[in-house]
T-cell receptor, first 114, second 111 residues
Framework: DTEVTQTPKHLVMGMTNKKSLKCEQHMGHRAMYWYKQKAKKPPELMFVYSYEKLSINESVPSRFSPECPNSSLLNLHLHALQPEDSALYLC?????????????FGQGTRLTVV | GESVGLHLPTLSVQEGDNSIINCAYS??????FIWYKQESGKGPQFIID?????DKRQGQRVTVLLNKTVKHLSLQIAATQPGDSAVYFCAENKGAQKLVFGQGTRLTINP
């Protein structure tokens, strides 16, 4: 199994809603990532978990709250988002190695904030 | 500063021709690079990688060249097919699982 599975595929939420994005992998990877991608732009790193601990937070606003409940799952909790947060949210996973870690990506969740 | 960028945002090639997509990087300490392909509505897909102790690596129909002297990376796709239409990103792995993407090149195949 070389897949990273993200749910839901599409999400529309209001600015006062609370929602969660989910990501799952069964490749035994111990690093998991959240990226945000706006239209016609490259993916931008948001968070990295290594061995279920948050290792990188790229100065992401607190309305985005990541959670890694176990080595296979990664969540992104959303609260009080703004319309400019509308984007494709990508989850990825990789082995934890020094310097050489290709990441495998899911298909993304297309988020629209209204 | 540190950045990974691309020379051209779009590239059109004839079906069957070879495609060359370029990427420049500024951090001379970078030691690992990856090319990803992203089709519309999908996540990035790994194509090929290269370490800084190499200057060339070949895969199936793809070749990556690394020129550390001028900090330049290229992806060559042989005999381009319609299925190669996508946005191609070079990415730099800075270690500690920090993967930074360049701006991307959209490859369009003309029949």
């Amino acid at each position: 199994d070389t897949e990273v599975t993200q749910t839901p595929k599409h999400l529309v939420m209001g600015m006062t809603n609370k929602k969660s994005l989910k990501c799952e992998q069964h490749m035994g990877h111990r690093a998991m990532y959240w990226y945000k991608q706006k239209a016609k732009k490259p993916p931008e790193l948001m968070f990295v978990y290594s061995y279920e601990k948050l290792s990188i937070n790229e100065s992401v606003p607190s309305r985005f709250s990541p959670e890694c409940p176990n080595s296979s799952l990664l969540n992104l909790h959303l609260h009080a988002l703004q319309p400019e947060d509308s984007a494709l949210y990508l989850c990825a996973s990789s082995q934890v190695l020094v310097g050489e870690t290709e990441a495998f990506f899911g298909q993304g969740t297309r988020l629209t904030v209204v | 500063g540190e950045s990974v960028g691309l020379h051209l945002p779009t590239l059109s090639v004839q079906e069957g021709d070879n495609s060359i997509i370029n990427c420049a990087y500024s951090n001379s300490a970078s030691d690992y690079f990856i090319w990803y392909k992203q089709e519309s509505g999908k996540g990035p897909q790994f194509i090929i990688d290269i370490r800084s102790n190499m200057d060339k690596r070949q895969g199936q129909r793809v070749t990556v060249l690394l020129n550390k002297t001028v900090k330049h990376l290229s992806l060559q796709i042989a005999a381009t097919q319609p299925g190669d239409s996508a946005v191609y990103f070079c990415a730099e792995n800075k270690g500690a699982q920090k993967l930074v993407f360049g701006q991307g090149t959209r490859l369009t195949i003309n029949p």
